[in-house]
């Protein structure tokens, strides 16, 4: 963190290629990996496109009623990057 409380990197939001090398180093296919909050669902998408198996938990009912949108515009934008390394 920088003096001002900001980030070293500009921004709380990490990509897709950070959450693949965090879940490939600390987790293996199979494992169940618990997320608090839901935010965005990219990581529990990614970690069940490499064979992770996923909890969120989420206390906002609005959040869990829009989760499967989520995760179907999550899936959209992920296919249309480069595939991922198995």
């Known amino acids: 963190m920088q003096e001002d409380g900001t980030p070293l990197r500009g921004g709380m939001e ?5 959450l ?3 879940l490939n180093m600390y987790t293996k296919k ?10 965005t669902g990219v990581l529990a ?3 069940s496109h490499m064979g992770r198996y996923f909890t969120i938990m989420e206390s906002s009912k609005t959040f869990l ?3 499967p ?7 959209v934008r992920l296919s249309k990057r480069k595939a991922l390394e198995q």
């Open 30 to 39: 199979g494992d169940v990996v618990v997320q608090y909050g839901g935010d």
């Open 65 to 67: 009623d829009e989760l």
């Open 14 to 18: 990490r990509g897709h290629c950070y």
């Open 20 to 22: 693949y090398q965090m």
């Open 45 to 47: 998408l990614l970690g």
């Open 69 to 75: 949108k989520i995760m179907k515009a999550q899936a």
